[in-house]
């Protein structure tokens, strides 16, 4: 099991779904990859103790066979088929780019529309596990606000082909193609475009900002924006940032495009987070600050890496009706 990476399998707080299940088994394949237990633990300590010890070594991965299984509820559809997707339905496509092709997860409101697109991009994940981490968040939104939402498995992850590489175009393009075939659906309002990332997915998100036009908001959890000085401070991330094990990787920081952005920004942080240090929202925070740019910098003083999924829903929902209002009333049949 030492195979496993220490990395980021943290358990998703707020309410029992089944990825939290799945999250939960993931934090104690962690412990028996021998990775130091942190808060986010304690429910899989919990399930630990109720395991008899001969057991333990064999019964997490079947489990986390079973919930991968489990979770993958959306139906495959074509292209052609996103066009009359049913109010309410969530639907994963396979779609062509860079050569090859990419995984992605659609879901839309209830309503006429058009709505409101969301854009989430997901953290590092094991196996097979890509854009559907992120549905949750892609639920929340469409059932608050009316937006529809848009999860792409990045390259490296999911049923994505395309192969993880050091330059970011690669995954910027994946993100791209997907975002031109959803904006031509009839039922999406191509003008108004949000942006959601987590952890890793974060970073791309922050690089989208001001690649596409459009974009009325964005908000990032728990990543890094300054790649150098992470890849210095965190030796656990550097086999994910430079896979290739290049000598001097060429890796970039965003903060000096923070000038450039136009919609207003929600940061999301844990005080405790061991895996990307607090510094790299303080760095980008500043940036914003010195940049005169609209933002709101929230700190979770006692939370490590994933925050409290209903609060981080609170949080975000207010933050977008501020700033750009709910949809539901506007596509209500």
């Known amino acids: 099991m030492h195979w496993l990476k220490c990395d980021i399998l943290t358990r998703p707080n707020g309410r029992t779904d089944c990825f939290s299940v799945l999250a939960d088994t993931l934090d104690?394949?962690?412990?028996?990859?021998?990775?130091?237990?942190?808060?986010?633990?304690?429910?899989?300590?919990?399930?630990?103790?109720?395991?008899?010890?001969?057991?333990?070594r064999f019964i997490f991965p079947v489990l986390c066979i079973f919930f991968l299984v489990a979770c993958n509820a959306a139906k495959t559809v074509s292209l052609e088929a996103l066009v009359?997707?049913?109010?309410g339905v969530?639907?994963?496509?396979?779609?062509?780019?860079?050569?090859?092709?990419?995984?992605?997860?659609?879901?839309?409101?209830?309503?006429?529309?058009?709505?409101?697109?969301?854009?989430?991009?997901?953290?590092?994940?094991?196996?097979?596990?890509?854009?559907?981490?992120?549905?949750p968040e892609a639920e929340a939104f469409a059932g608050d606000l009316c937006y529809a939402g848009l999860a792409v498995s990045l390259p490296g992850y999911g049923a994505?082909?395309?192969?993880?590489?050091?330059?970011?175009?690669?995954?910027?393009?994946?993100?791209?193609?997907?975002?031109?075939?959803?904006?031509?659906?009839?039922?999406?309002?191509?003008?108004?475009?949000?942006?959601?990332?987590?952890?890793r997915g974060a970073f791309f998100t922050s690089l989208l900002a001001n690649r596409m036009e459009g974009i009325g908001g964005i908000?990032?959890?728990?990543?890094?924006?300054?790649?150098?000085?992470?890849?210095q401070e965190a030796p656990w991330s550097r086999s994910l940032l430079n896979p290739s094990g290049e000598k001097n990787p060429k890796l970039i920081s965003i903060l000096p495009e923070v000038s450039t952005w136009h919609a207003p920004t929600l940061v999301l942080h844990g005080g405790e987070d061991s895996l990307v240090s607090i510094q790299q929202a303080n760095l980008l925070r500043d940036s914003l600050e010195a940049a005169k740019k609209p933002y709101r910098f929230v700190l979770y003083p006692n939370n490590g890496h994933r925050l409290p999924r209903e609060d981080v829903r609170?949080?975000?929902?207010?933050?977008l009706e501020e700033h750009s209002g709910s949809a539901c009333r506007a596509t209500a049949p």
Not at 219 to 231: E, K, M, Q, T, V
Not at 314 to 319: D, N, P, S
């Open 28 to 56: 104690r394949m962690r412990i028996l990859a021998g990775c130091n237990p942190g808060r986010f633990h304690e429910a899989a300590s919990t399930l630990h103790r109720c395991v008899r010890p001969p057991f333990r």
């Open 84 to 87: 009359d997707t049913p109010a």
């Open 90 to 135: 969530t639907s994963r496509f396979v779609f062509p780019t860079s050569g090859s092709n990419a995984e992605a997860y659609l879901i839309r409101p209830a309503g006429s529309g058009p709505f409101p697109l969301m854009i989430l991009l997901h953290g590092h994940t094991i196996g097979s596990i890509g854009a559907e981490t992120m549905m």
């Open 160 to 199: 994505t082909e395309v192969r993880l590489g050091i330059d970011p175009k690669i995954t910027l393009k994946v993100v791209l193609d997907a975002v031109a075939l959803i904006k031509n659906l009839p039922w999406i309002d191509s003008k108004r475009i949000y942006l959601y990332g987590f952890s």
């Open 219 to 231: 908000i990032l959890h728990s990543g890094a924006y300054d790649l150098n000085r992470f890849y």
């Open 314 to 319: 609170k949080k975000t929902t207010a933050f």
